[in-house]
Each structure stands twice: as structure tokens, then as C-alpha cells.
């Protein structure tokens, strides 16, 4: 199994709402992200966890919330998102060497009204 | 710190032309390399990656790259053109740093394929 699965594939909320976002794993990869992209834009790391710790947060608003439930599970959290947060949010998972890619997501697109 | 540069956000080719994505980095170590496609809405597919193995790299759906160090240059390439391949090119460089996790990419290029 060579996929990363993500679920929803779209979400749509209100600013006072709190939801979530998942992803899956099953290829024993050791680390995951979060991603963040715009239209037009390349992805922009938000979190990532290796060994099920949290390794990196690129000065991402409170109002998002990762969480790793374990090595195959990724969570994000959602609570008070604003219009500008309406992104596609993208899964990937990784070896942990150098020269390993990441494996990406099908995304989820998050519309903030 | 790493980085790479896409010259050209938008390219357009006929079908069965020549593809040429541009894709420069920077970077004081050896780099690991990375050429990813996405089609719309979608997630982010890898078509080939340079681990130093060797200098021209054969990848997924016909596409190839050569990396060259003295000109820093890792250009994606294709002999003809489908209208299949129209999508979103991104280039990427490892970074090196405490964070070794992380892919820096490029702005991305757009490629369009006429009939």
C-alpha cells in the first residue's frame, strides 16, 4: 500500500466551528506533514512529526491544532479558522532519510465562510 | 540554506513537442533533488528525484532530468508532449538543515499543452 489517504475531501465551515481533518498511512513511514496551499502556490509546511513527535511548526496560528495518534494517523485540528485559512491542506508521510520523498495526499479543500 | 529557482511560471507546448521545465538550486552540500507533478485538485505526485546515483534520472511517465553541478541546474524534460501531461510542476530541494525533514519548492510552473 503506496497511498496516503486523506479525509474530508472537502470541508466547508463556519468561523466559530470546530472540525478536523485526517490523514492515513500504512507504508511504516516515520514522518508526517501538514501542508498549506493556495491557489497558484507551491505548499507551505505547517507542521511535522517524526517518530510521533511534533519536530517542526513553522509559526503556525493557535487556531490550528496537529495531533499523532499514532505512526499512522495524523490529525488537524480546527477551531476559529478565518476566510484567508481556506487553503487546500495537504497530508504527506515520509521515510526519514535525506534522499526519501514524501508521499502526498489527494488534499483537502477547507472553504471558511 | 537550500533553495531552488523555476524560471518560467507558465510554459505552453504543442502535442508531441519538446517539454523543458527550468529548475536552478542553491546549496552549499550536495543536494537531494526532487521534480513533483500535480494535476488539479489534487495532491502532489513525485516523477523523479536526484540522490547523486547518478547525474541523468529517468522518472515516471517518460520525464527525465539531468543534474548538472556546474551549471546548479536540474531541468525537467520530456521528448514529446501529451495533453495528459498539462498540470503543475514543482521543483524541490531537501534542506539540510536542523529541520532535515523539510522540502524547500520552487514557485512552480505551469505547464499548458496545445493540440
Request: zero cysteines.
Given at each position: 500500500d503506496t497511498e496516503v489517504t486523506q479525509t474530508p475531501k472537502h470541508l466547508v465551515m463556519g468561523m466559530t466551528n470546530k472540525k478536523s481533518l485526517k490523514c492515513e498511512q500504512?507504508?511504516?513511514?516515520r514522518a508526517m506533514y501538514w501542508y498549506k496551499q493556495k491557489a497558484k502556490k507551491p505548499p507551505e509546511l505547517m507542521f511535522v512529526y517524526s517518530y510521533e513527535k511534533?519536530?517542526?511548526?513553522?509559526?503556525?496560528?493557535?487556531?490550528f491544532s496537529p495531533e499523532c495518534p499514532n505512526s499512522s494517523l495524523l490529525n488537524l485540528h480546527l477551531h476559529a479558522l478565518q476566510p484567508e485559512d481556506s487553503a487546500l491542506y495537504l497530508c504527506a508521510s515520509s521515510q526519514d532519510r535525506l534522499e526519501d520523498e514524501q508521499f502526498f495526499g489527494p488534499g483537502t479543500r477547507l472553504t471558511v465562510l | 540554506a537550500q533553495s531552488v529557482t523555476q524560471l518560467g511560471s507558465h510554459v505552453s507546448v504543442s502535442e508531441g513537442a519538446l517539454v523543458l521545465l527550468r529548475c536552478n538550486y542553491s546549496s552549499s552540500v550536495p543536494p537531494y533533488l526532487f521534480w513533483y507533478v500535480q494535476y488539479p485538485n489534487q495532491g502532489l505526485q513525485l516523477l523523479l528525484k536526484y540522490t547523486?546515483?547518478?547525474t541523468l534520472v529517468k522518472g515516471i511517465n517518460g520525464f527525465e532530468a539531468e543534474f548538472k553541478k556546474s551549471e546548479t541546474s536540474f531541468h525537467l524534460t520530456k521528448p514529446s508532449a501529451h495533453m495528459s501531461d498539462a498540470a503543475e510542476y514543482f521543483c524541490a530541494v531537501r534542506d539540510?538543515?536542523?529541520?532535515?525533514n523539510k522540502l524547500i519548492f520552487g514557485t512552480g510552473t505551469l505547464l499548458a499543452v496545445q493540440p
Open positions: 500504512h507504508m511504516g513511514h511534533l519536530s517542526i511548526n513553522e509559526s503556525v496560528p493557535s487556531r | 547523486s546515483a547518478a539540510y538543515g536542523g529541520a532535515t
